[in-house]
Structure formats: structure tokens, C-alpha cells
Nanobody, 125 residues
Framework: QVQLVESGGGLVQAGGSLRLSCAAS????????MGWFRQTPGKEREFVAA???????QYADSVKGRFTISRDNAKNTVSLQMNSLKPEDTAVYYC???????????????????WGQGTQVTVSS
């Protein structure tokens, strides 16, 4: 069983930066694909970024060039550096972990078996 705990959310002005972190416990962290997803009220949870066990990364088009995902297998953490934030980035951000996820399927949220509780990111205009 894997437990995921996100941190680093908050309120920031448009154009600012935030760094989200996700600490994992249980399981073999280095073997998991790790993803970040976000959700706003009334909308489906959407893919933001993911990184697999070998370091391959994928990003949603809406965040490409602004967000960077990274992982530290020694510390069992995955981070999401968010720069040039926009009001439309406002959402609850969730960390997710999954096993046996091919690179081209890392955007598929149903393949992730473990989820954190979420952290709120609010970007003011």
C-alpha cells in the first residue's frame, strides 16, 4: 500500500511560482510512474504532468514550458515546479502513483492506483 502526501499549495499572484511536493511511503517508489493531476469544481480531474521510473516525462499542453516535474528516488518524493502561473491554473492538485504504466499511457488517470488528498493552488489575477 502506498501513501501519498502533497504539500506546497497556496495563494500566489499571476506570474508567480509555486513548488508542489509529494512524499510517498510504502511500496517501491523507484518503480512507480508518478503523476500530477488537477481538478476544479464541476470538472473532470485532468492530467498535468507525469514522470516514469526511468525519468521520462510528459506534460499537458497547457503547462508545457511553465511546469517541470522531477523525482528523487532516494527521498521518495516527486515535485512539480510551477512557473508563470495563470488564474486558470487554479485547482486542487493531486499526486498519483501507478505501476506498469507505459510512457504513452501516463496521461490516463484510471491507470494510477494511489492518490494523495490534494493541495489547493489559487492564482489571483
Amino acid at each position: 500500500q502506498v501513501q501519498l502526501v502533497e504539500s506546497g499549495g497556496g495563494l500566489v499572484q499571476a506570474g508567480g511560482s509555486l513548488r508542489l511536493s509529494c512524499a510517498a511511503s510504502g511500496g517501491t517508489f523507484s518503480s512507480y510512474a508518478m503523476g500530477w493531476f488537477r481538478q476544479t469544481p464541476g470538472k473532470e480531474r485532468e492530467f498535468v504532468a507525469a514522470i516514469n521510473w526511468s525519468g521520462n516525462k510528459q506534460y499537458a499542453d497547457s503547462v508545457k514550458g511553465r511546469f517541470t516535474i522531477s523525482r528523487d528516488n532516494a527521498k521518495n518524493t516527486v515535485s512539480l515546479q510551477m512557473n508563470s502561473l495563470k488564474p486558470e491554473d487554479t485547482a486542487v492538485y493531486y499526486c498519483a502513483a501507478g505501476t506498469h504504466i507505459n510512457d504513452y499511457l501516463m496521461r490516463v488517470k484510471s491507470l494510477y492506483g494511489y492518490w494523495g488528498q490534494g493541495t489547493q493552488v489559487t492564482v489571483s489575477s
